[in-house]
């Protein structure tokens, strides 16, 4: 296997791991910002406000999209497992 090869190889886990959490750290995201925003206007300092919000928001997410995740993860690993043969030679 070449160094072009590992590149990409390694840049194509990248992107898919991006690809994969960017949902859900964006979700985490805005929540925390929503209620940080609460907290600054109400003057609330409750450290379970902000955590018990986004791990629903994050779960609910989980939820919507599992199933692409899943199916994304799914075809890269079967197009990793397809690509052996290849990088043997």
Do not use: C, D, N
Request: glycine share 8%.
């Amino acid at each position: 296997m070449s160094l072009g090869e590992a590149t990409s190889l390694l840049r194509g886990g990248i992107v898919q791991v991006l690809f994969l959490a960017a949902p859900m750290l964006l979700t985490a995201l805005v929540v925390g910002l929503v209620v940080a925003i609460l907290q600054a206007t109400t003057s609330i300092q409750e450290q379970t406000l902000t955590f018990v919000p986004k791990v629903i928001a994050i779960l609910l997410v989980l939820g919507f999209l599992g199933g692409w995740m899943f199916s994304s993860l799914g075809e890269y690993t079967v197009e990793l497992f397809r690509m052996i043969p290849q990088m043997a030679r």
